[in-house]
């Protein structure tokens, strides 16, 4: 009984690191708003090193469409900036001494199913994680029962799993559908 409750609590940890995971990826989709998790792929060179700009500067929002970034040194405002060229993000960062600021440019029509297809991408490769946890799950339960667990018990904890999974694909959905929503909100 023990072995199959492991395998269950196995299973929906997993599940639940799926969906943790794609709502980090799709906060990184640009909906067209103005949000520090844009740039936390950009990557400055600090003394030589390349480290993550947010260990560089405080990135926060002004409005919906300004991103302020304030380094912690100014020596650092040229670096940052062209960290964020580099980058290739489509933002042209403005240093005015002391700050950088971007704006965020609207999406084009284009740009927003283009950004619509990208989340359905990472919501479908998500589903595609949660259905091979599913297989891993009923495998290690199949073995479990060819080691001696009744089959009744073996037939509940597949149920379970089953249940989990649709109840995980059904989350994944809701974001995937959520920032779809988002992304082409106008």
Request: no cysteine; aromatic share 2%.
């Amino acid at each position: 009984m023990s072995d199959i409750k492991s395998v269950l609590d196995n299973a929906k940890t997993l599940m639940d690191k799926a969906v943790s995971h794609l709502e980090s990826e799709l906060q990184k989709v640009r909906a067209g708003k103005a949000n520090p998790v844009m740039l936390e792929n950009v990557q400055v060179d600090y003394y030589g090193s390349r480290v993550p700009l947010s260990n560089t500067a405080s990135i926060n929002t002004q409005d919906a469409r300004t991103l302020i970034i304030q380094p912690w040194e100014k020596s650092m405002l040229t670096p940052i900036e062209k960290a964020i060229q580099a980058a290739n993000l489509g933002f042209n960062p403005q240093n005015d001494g002391v700050i950088i600021r971007i704006i965020v440019p609207p999406l084009t029509e284009e740009r927003r199913k283009d950004l619509t297809k990208t989340a359905k991408s990472l919501g479908e490769d998500a589903k595609i994680a949660s259905r091979n946890i599913r297989k891993d799950a009923m495998e290690q339960i199949k073995k479990l029962q060819k080691d001696g667990t009744p089959e009744d018990m073996a037939k509940d904890a597949e149920t379970k799993v089953q249940n989990l999974t649709d109840g995980t694909v059904s989350k994944i959905d809701k974001h995937v559908e959520q920032k779809e929503k988002e992304i082409m909100t106008v």
